[in-house]
Nanobody
Framework: VQLQASGGGLVQAGDSLKLSCATS????????WGWFRQAPGKGREFVAA????????YYADNVKGRFTISRLNAKNAVYLQMSGLKPEDTAVYYC????????????????????WGKGTQVTVSS
């Protein structure tokens, strides 16, 4: 599975941004999907995830209510709509995919995901 994240940029606090993750070679609905981020000097942090079924989503507490993960099968893409951005949201954002069966207990663990795209930089100025 080849993944390509895009949509990052430099925005001001309070702005919105929508990240996209395009896939090639595989059907997006066959995988569970996650978004992670990594700030300078920090480890990779879970942001949001969506189950293969598309009907269950998960969010980190610090983005809940501000970020929305979604999937569009027709475009074979996964999205992360981010609103109310804060300077602490500044990071490189990565999309990831997995076909693991035991997803509900592992969705927020980066090691669960076997496929990763190159990240896209999001910078939020205060």
């Amino acid at each position: 599975v080849q993944l390509q994240a895009s949509g990052g940029g430099l925005v001001q606090a309070g702005d919105s941004l929508k990240l996209s993750c395009a896939t090639s070679g595989r059907t997006v609905s066959n995988y569970h999907w996650g978004w992670f981020r990594q700030a300078p000097g920090k480890g990779r942090e879970f942001v949001a995830a969506i189950r293969r079924s598309g009907d269950i989503t998960y969010y980190a507490d610090n983005v809940k209510g501000r970020f929305t993960i979604s999937r569009l099968n027709a475009k074979n893409a996964v999205y992360l709509q981010m609103s109310g951005l804060k300077p602490e949201d500044t990071a490189v954002y990565y999309c990831a995919a997995t076909s693991t069966a035991s997803y509900s207990s592992r969705y927020n663990n980066a090691e669960t995901y076997g496929y990763w795209g190159k990240g896209t930089q999001v910078t939020v100025s205060s």
